[in-house]
């Protein structure tokens, strides 16, 4: 197993596909973009599987989420599912995206066996996405949605961090629009985790305050908090339910004690939360002629170090030098 000296014991692999994204979105990265990883450096679509392999096979990963930057870039993305879906014991494979070519793949993807999708959408105004994203593409994103319920890809669950003065009062316009299509809503506090190193604490809506507005609006019930598990979304019921939201205050409510994730980046280093400091590195082991059995012995000797939470609120706090795109969500 991945345990690490707190007892936790990590289930759920986050798999960085690559560190390039088509959007620009300013909580992440500059207009002008990023310097990317260069290719040479980014683990192949056999070392993807290899790795997966691993961690399916022998170190118990029951959970394979592939990330980016946005996944829907990787040309063998449908490939790497296929191939991850037959493995044995199967692991349940999703991925979360911008949903930029969703429309196009999403059926193929769940025809490879992807069991569901998360999809980041922050507004519904086309000003305020460009605004945001620095590119003209929500009804991309709309019709990627479409097509992967159509696909069966469900829950279709998306993704909203509100920023203050930007989209803060789009939170009852976003969940109308996703109770009325059976789209699962998920508000995720913003995190220190932008390549400007820009966050402030007092810019960012908080999950008190995303809670407070939906209940202008809506009957919110907190579902049953032992279903939540190691999940990190408080849900609540809506008017009732079926329909829930979700909130992710990663911030303000951490969820560490629970933590059950471990993160490949697209280049092959071994992460242990998204805020670590501390990287291990296993492309240069596999690269280097490392069997399998000891990959796996690397691997768990990393996330042996995990630490017990992400010390935001520490005062000693530093951000970490990779931006989100460059780590996978």
Known sequence: MLQDSFGRVATDL???????CNLRCSYCMPPEGLEWLPKPDLLTADEIVRLVTIGVERLGITEVRYTGGEPLLRRELVDIVTRTTVLRPTPQVSLTTNGIGLARLAAPLAAAGLARVNVSLDTLDREIFRKLAHRDRLDDVLEGLAAADAAGLRPVKINTVLMRDVNDHEA????????????????????????????RRENM????????????????????????????????????????VGVIGSVTRPFCGACD????????????????????????????????????ERWTAAVRTKKAGHGIDDPAFLQPSRPMSAIGG
């Open 172 to 199: 009852v316009p976003l969940m109308r629009y996703c109770l009325e299509r059976g789209y699962e809503l998920r508000f995720i506090e913003q995190m220190p985790l932008d390549a400007q190193h820009g966050w």
């Open 205 to 244: 809506i908080t999950a008190d305050e995303i809670l407070a507005g939906l209940k202008e609006a809506f009957d919110l019930t907190e579902d049953d908090p032992v279903e939540r598990g190691s999940a990190p979304a408080e849900l609540f019921l809506v008017d009732g339910g079926p329909a829930r």
């Open 261 to 296: 994730r471990v993160r490949l980046t697209a280049d092959g280093q071994i992460r242990n939360c998204l805020f670590a400091t501390e990287e291990s590195d296993l492309r240069t082991a596999m690269r280097s002629g490392a069997t399998d059995e000891e990959i796996a």
């Open 14 to 20: 986050r798999v960085s596909l690559t560190d390039r």
